[in-house]
């Protein structure tokens, strides 16, 4: 098992940045990929980023046009999402997810075993 927890999201005016952290536990963290997805009401999870065992492979979907950036700090068990330049269609619910299967991460949201609560993010323009 994989315990994931959330945190970062928030409110912020349209051109702003947050960064999300998200922090796991229960098994080792140098063995999973990871994965950052968002979802709004009524509507299917959205890729946004993914990263592999080593973070030396990463994943971006079509929302991150080039704003988003993933990390992660495997001495932490903690990964990252860097959010900048928000604009209003970026508020969401965002979800941090957990892959021992596809240690290189992967932008299929059913590949993932784990996912945290979810952090949400509001922009107001």
């Known amino acids: 098992q994989v315990q994931l927890v959330e945190s970062g999201g928030g409110w912020v005016q349209a051109g702003g940045s947050l960064r999300l952290s998200c922090a796991a536990s229960g098994r080792s963290f140098s063995g999973l990929g990871m994965g950052w997805f968002r979802q709004t009401p009524g509507n299917e999870r959205e890729f946004a980023a993914a990263i592999g065992w080593s973070g030396g492979t990463t994943y971006y979907g079509d929302i991150a046009q080039g704003r988003f950036t993933i990390s992660r700090d495997n001495a932490k068990n903690t990964v990252y999402l860097q959010l900048n330049s928000l604009q209003p269609e970026d508020t969401a619910v965002y ?11 992967s932008s299929y949201h059913g590949d993932y075993d784990f996912w945290g609560q979810g952090t949400q993010v509001t922009v107001s323009s």
């Open 95 to 105: 979800y941090c997810a957990a892959t021992p299967g596809h240690r290189s991460g």
